[in-house]
């Protein structure tokens, strides 16, 4: 190499110059010493010869391999300016220099297959190629290595249990709050991004301008993380069947207990509060001051109508405790009172305190809007769903809701996109109100709880000498939902014990429910139990409305065989010798939710749809006349 003047400039390797070192960022600093400004160390190379001229240049060089462009160019127009040395040779210089740092860089760094480099940590190294390698190689690390901690498979999809922040559930200030809840998220293209970015160091092998091969870090890109979640088999991965707020039984009887994920039942036990370990055998004393806890301080003072409305409610309580034991379904549950102030939240929000809940909004008659509220309701941990002080009177009747209670999984569309959901119904799904109302299907999937303070100002009763005055903000102390569910525990166990007795309740798909209830009720002397169905019945508004409509139609035409367009006809108002009014049917014809008539086809759709169906002692029959070929009906009275 030669200089502007075509005098040899020595080579770095060629002079007896000590080996550059370097910083803690790898960058070179040539014996140890801070090189001073442009000018000054123009000035200083004036007064050296050659050799050590250029020796310094070329040590200057090294340096700035490792250093940026900026302060490069500084030193290299001082310098070339000044004649020490050539622009061509400055540049063929400084390329050297910069390729012998990155290899030194290199040399410093782990090989790709072995340790971490410095930014590495303990993420688990993940080498990827093209989208098509990334793909293949990510899913199988994920299917197979358990890579991404909290992550399970739920119906096929990949879930994280994440816990959020900034809970607005949250008690007030000064009370004890209870834990975040746990959330079972779908992944997403951008959750797996941050899930891989913090567990794992996902690089690609680059190869730079000068030949080298050097790791780079990379994120994959969104078409392959949608590529891999689209997958649907992930053997290897722990199935995820629900989160749990509270101890619950294992289908073999034991005690799911320990908070984490459970490998028996696929459960993530997500306490609300921390209890002690429950005995599986209890003792009897324990037994004893269990019951007497529940029955004579936390329900002594509730205004129940009946012993049924007392022991339903109990039954209620301990349902999300028995639902992974008996895998059934559960009851609507309707708290309905005379008056204001009678304690039915209180009751709904004991389960919800317990196993944590969620209020919803009730809009009559929009099934559309039910749909989206019970599919957005399911997303939530919470366990107890609850419409809350729906307006007085309120008639409870939803195909949709009659449909949800009676399925064991849910499927709705996510609002604002096109994505399907799909859930388990292991959710409680509660009413309370004021003298409500049940309506289509509703009264055979309904457990009632009835209140009646008979009192005309129920909410100045001094709750001095109740069994636990002031409930509602007992309830909000962690310590006391403790004392709670370990009283319930205590019960349920005792009742594991001995051999968990059914009762002969039925109730349709709730019959195991009722069963098992039924049984471990009786196992402690609790009466009454669903003994309350007349009430349901009376509850039921199109049940009365249907009996009162029959009992006048066999008034009117006996078993005479009529055709539904007869049947409306009748129906129209006539008048007497007088000139007044008349209505043959007194009030009792069928009506639309307004009050108006139906038209002759509409009074067919509707007995169609009753044929066979008994509304107090009358059913209503059919056939297709032999004379006429039209459908004509009858009604028929149970004696008959």
Request: aromatic share 6%; hydrophobic share 40%; with cysteine.
């Amino acid at each position: 190499m030669t200089d502007d003047r075509g005098q040899a400039v020595p080579r770095l390797d060629d002079l007896d110059v000590e080996p550059a070192a370097t910083n803690d960022h790898g960058n070179a600093k040539i014996l140890d010493a801070d090189w001073p400004s442009p000018v000054v160390l123009v000035g200083q190379l004036t007064d050296l010869g050659d050799e050590e001229r250029l020796a310094r240049i070329h040590g200057l060089i090294t340096w700035l391999a490792g250093q940026n462009d900026l302060e490069r160019q500084r030193y290299r127009n001082a310098i070339v300016t000044a004649g020490h040395i050539g622009a061509r040779d400055w540049t063929s210089a400084l390329a050297e220099a910069k390729k012998a740092h990155r290899a030194a860089t290199r040399r410093r760094r782990p090989p790709c297959s072995g340790e971490d480099p410095p930014d590495r940590g303990e993420r688990t190294p993940i080498r990827v190629g093209g989208e098509a390698a990334t793909i293949r190689t990510l899913t199988g690390r994920i299917g197979h290595d358990a890579l991404l901690p909290e992550v399970y498979v739920t119906n096929g999809a990949l879930v994280h249990l994440t816990r959020v922040s900034g809970d607005t559930d949250n008690t007030p200030a000064g009370e004890d709050p209870p834990p975040l809840p746990v959330l079972a998220d779908p992944l997403t293209s951008a959750s797996l991004a941050r899930l891989l970015a913090h567990h794992a160091y996902v690089h690609r092998l680059k190869r730079d301008g000068d030949g080298i091969v050097q790791e780079t870090e990379v994120t994959p890109s969104p078409r392959a993380l949608a590529a891999i979640l689209s997958g649907r088999f992930w053997p290897h991965l722990l199935p995820l069947y629900g989160i749990v707020g509270a101890p619950a039984l294992r289908p073999d009887g034991t005690l799911l207990q320990t908070p984490g994920y459970d490998q028996a039942t696929g459960l993530y036990l997500a306490p609300k509060v921390a209890i002690p370990d429950v005995p599986t055998r209890p003792q009897a004393d324990d037994v004893a001051a269990a019951r007497t806890f529940i029955l004579d301080a936390l329900l002594a003072d509730f205004p129940f109508v009946a012993a049924a409305d007392r022991a339903n409610h109990i039954g209620l309580l301990v349902a999300q405790i028995l639902r992974p034991y008996l895998r059934c379904l559960t009851p609507f549950g309707l708290v309905s009172a005379t008056t204001q102030s009678s304690g039915k939240t209180l009751l709904a929000d004991i389960i919800g305190h317990l196993y944590g809940y969620k209020h919803l909004v009730w809009r009559r008659g929009d099934d559309a809007e039910l749909e989206k509220s019970i599919t957005a309701a399911l997303r939530s941990p919470a366990a107890a769903m609850i419409w809350d002080n729906l307006a007085e009177a309120t008639t409870i009747s939803s195909p949709i809701l009659a449909q949800l209670l009676t399925s064991t999984t849910w499927s709705g569309r996510i609002l604002g996109t096109n994505t399907t959901f799909d859930a388990p119904n292991d959710r409680l799904w509660l009413a309370t109100g004021n003298n409500l109302r049940l309506g289509g299907d509703m009264a055979t999937r309904t457990v009632l709880i009835r209140l009646d303070p008979n009192d005309p100002h129920p909410e100045t009763r001094d709750q001095a000498g109740f069994g636990i005055p002031h409930l509602d903000q007992w309830l909000k102390v962690a310590a006391n939902r403790v004392t709670l569910l370990r009283h319930l525990l205590i019960l349920v166990m005792d009742w594991m014990a001995a051999g968990a007795p059914r009762s002969a309740h039925t109730m349709r798909q709730f019959t195991a429910w009722a069963a098992a209830t039924g049984g471990l009720l009786a196992h402690h002397g609790i009466d009454g139990f669903l003994d309350n169905l007349d009430q349901v019945r009376e509850a039921d508004e199109d049940n009365a409305e249907w009996a009162a409509f029959l009992a006048r139609w066999h008034d009117l035409y006996g078993p005479a065989k009529k055709t539904a367009r007869e049947i409306r006809l009748s129906a129209d108002i006539d008048t007497d010798s007088t000139g007044r009014p008349v209505d043959r049917w007194q009030g009792t014809f069928l009506t639309d939710d307004k009050g108006r008539m139906p038209s002759g086809k509409s009074v067919g759709r509707l007995l169609t749809g009753h044929l066979g169906r008994w509304h107090g002692p009358y059913v209503l029959r059919s056939e297709i006349s032999t004379v006429t070929n039209c459908r004509i009906y009858w009604v028929e009275a149970k004696d008959e």
